[in-house]
């Protein structure tokens, strides 16, 4: 479609109640239980107290591990509603229904009408996976966040890569994107070589025309320099604030006199770049009980426990000062449990229209199969092929991919008729599973009755 | 990239017209949300201590509250005993409670955001935590990906 024809396309009120409930949805179901519990749920034991430390001193304490984007996105939170349950996850509620609209507009470009793209999107929103990450300050919803909005403008500029000034906004947004991913966590890296393959390939479809080559040029600059540009910028705080970082703490020491050069401040940021590369890379995690081999994402076998608490009549007499809630109303003997896993009828569905996809791919030589199959395998052979044992919840970036295969298959003839059941069950399951995915007290037998990773 | 039925999709995320007024609107949310993040909230330490001695509480109750009485354990000296809840909250407050974490201790300025919550860790090898306990995970729901010291350079 030119856009002199888009120009003339006539707007539906629906182009925006939809997006507008999904948002809605998305937010009413993780709203309740956000405060709860009162206490920090796994690693938010390290990016709640970081990001106060951010809003004190510009920095974080020592022991950092990730770049800095995540954590200024949960001081926000802080910022607005304090050093509460609340203020540290409000950042990842807002990034996760921001996920959901992404995933809707994505599908809406390689799919008509609104009701596949809507049954996607709800997907995301019901998943297991999206929903413990986006009621809980870890840095995975942040990451996904970019990710996918890298995904979505890719899919922008693949639905008309004639469009000269659209694909080269969208490819500076990618860019962007998947800057401010890289400053979430590193391996939003995985997906910078497939996006960068997709716009080169959107370059090599164009004629040979005089300044192709500097296009070409111009394609490779847009998707590596500008994200390591965003990336840097990410870490000006870290820079300007150096007299406050762990490093500088433990240099000066005995000195009050010492400081450091703006050469000197790069050097040990370089330094400290490698310090974090040597942990990433040493760190298998393999006594980790709550983590294992990557592959076994696929059939959710080992999926990470954030929080476990056996419910018992005397917790109920802690006082509010110390009490972190999470048994309320509970009777004795409940447990509470939030686990990583996902919406068994979105993965596995997500699976099998994965298989479809390369079926497509290879036998049809469908573009839009094997792009969206990149996309979601460029998230994931990199950690698959990796000895690291790894969370359950690193698979948050995964999850409006997967959803998008699921969009591409069911909008399909023969399995059209497939959406209704799809969206049925995905609905069904969500509320099965809602108690571990929410931390709602259920009795041992009910918890172990929603544990179906036991059953393998 | 053809659409799925071969029909066009109407335009959705950047209107021909009006991409100036959209740039706009977006600027000014970023603007606003870049200012929300500027200086720090006015209870942000005393919110920090309640929140670190709410998670101190809660480490040493989860590692008892699932072994069968008596559930006893050590924290920084002290036996704790959360079967006397009364006595063992009035313990917690003391030792672990708000006003004992100092967040402005130079001699910690270097130290790992989580450090003060490393003595919540009720020791307690008595026999009934030796015992696996059928069904549980069997998972340390503390985390962690991170080291537990600064590594200064």
Request: proline share 6%.
């Amino acid at each position: 479609m030119t856009d002199a024809q888009q120009s003339t396309v006539k707007r539906s009120w629906l182009d925006i109640a939809v997006p507008a409930l999904l948002v809605a949805g998305t937010a009413a179901t993780r709203m309740p239980r956000l405060s709860d519990p009162r206490a920090f749920v796994f690693d938010e034991i390290y990016y709640a107290p970081d990001a106060a430390e951010m809003l004190r001193r510009g920095v974080e304490k020592g022991g950092v591990v990730h770049p800095p984007a995540g954590k200024w996105l949960i001081a926000i939170g802080i910022r607005l509603f304090g050093f509460t349950p609340f203020g540290w996850r409000f950042a990842a509620l807002v990034c996760g229904c921001i996920i959901v609209l992404l995933t809707y507009i994505a599908a809406r470009q390689f799919v008509s009408g609104r009701l596949v793209p809507a049954v996607a999107a709800g997907a995301v929103a019901l998943d297991g996976v999206s929903f413990t990450t986006g009621r809980t300050a870890h840095l995975d919803v942040f990451l996904a966040l970019f990710t996918t909005l890298a995904i979505t403008l890719t899919l922008v500029a693949l639905r008309d890569p004639t469009n000269q000034k659209r694909v080269r906004w969208c490819m500076v947004g990618s860019g962007v994107a998947l800057g401010l991913g890289l400053a979430v966590k590193w391996s939003a890296g995985f997906l910078l070589l497939g996006v960068l393959l997709a716009f080169l390939w959107m370059r090599g479809r164009e004629a040979a025309t005089p300044g192709h080559g500097k296009r070409i040029f111009a394609t490779v600059l847009t998707l590596t320099v500008l994200p390591v540009g965003v990336y840097l910028a990410a870490y000006t705080p870290w820079i300007v604030n150096f007299d406050k970082t762990y490093i500088h703490i433990v240099r000066c020491r005995n000195n009050n006199e010492c400081s450091e050069s703006l050469t000197e401040r790069i050097r040990l940021f370089l330094r400290d770049q490698d310090r974090i590369r040597q942990f990433q890379q040493s760190s298998l995690q393999e006594g980790n009980s709550n983590a294992d081999l990557s592959w076994k994402w696929i059939n959710q076998m080992h999926p990470s426990t954030l929080f476990r608490k056996t419910c018992t009549p005397q917790l109920n007499q802690a006082p509010n000062d110390l009490a972190d809630q999470s048994c309320a109303g509970a009777k004795p003997g409940d447990i509470v449990e939030i686990v990583t896993v996902a919406n068994p009828i979105v993965w596995f569905a997500g699976m099998g229209a994965g298989l479809i996809l390369a079926w497509r791919a290879v036998f049809r030589r469908d573009r839009l199969a094997f792009f969206l199959l990149a996309f979601g395998l460029y998230q994931w052979l990199p950690w698959a092929i990796n000895p690291r044992h790894s969370y359950t919840f690193y698979i948050a970036p995964l999850i409006p991919a997967i959803a998008l295969w699921i969009a591409a298959v069911l909008a399909k003839k023969p399995f059209k008729w497939l959406l209704p059941a799809f969206a049925v069950l995905t609905v069904v399951a969500f509320a099965f599973y809602y108690p571990i995915w929410a931390g709602k007290p259920m009795s041992p037998d009910q918890i172990r009755a929603r544990e179906y990773w036991r059953a393998y | 990239m053809p659409c799925v039925r071969g029909q066009a999709v109407p335009w959705l995320a950047v209107p021909r017209h009006g991409t100036r007024r959209v740039a706009t609107r977006l600027l000014t949310v970023a603007a606003v949300v870049s200012l929300a993040g500027c200086g720090k909230p006015a209870n942000l330490d005393h919110q920090e201590q309640v929140a670190f001695a709410r998670e101190c509480t809660s480490l040493v109750e989860r590692n008892l509250s699932g072994d069968t009485p008596p559930r006893r354990g050590s924290l920084g000296g002290e036996n704790v005993n959360l079967d006397e809840p009364s006595s063992f909250y009035s313990i917690l407050e003391r030792i672990r409670g708000a006003s004992t974490y100092n967040l402005h201790d130079p001699k910690h300025n270097a130290d790992v955001g989580r450090q003060p919550l490393d003595n919540c860790d009720a020791k307690a090898p008595l026999l009934s935590s030796l015992l696996t306990r059928p069904g549980t995970t069997g998972a340390s729901t503390t985390s962690t990906t991170r080291p537990r010291t600064a590594t200064g350079n």
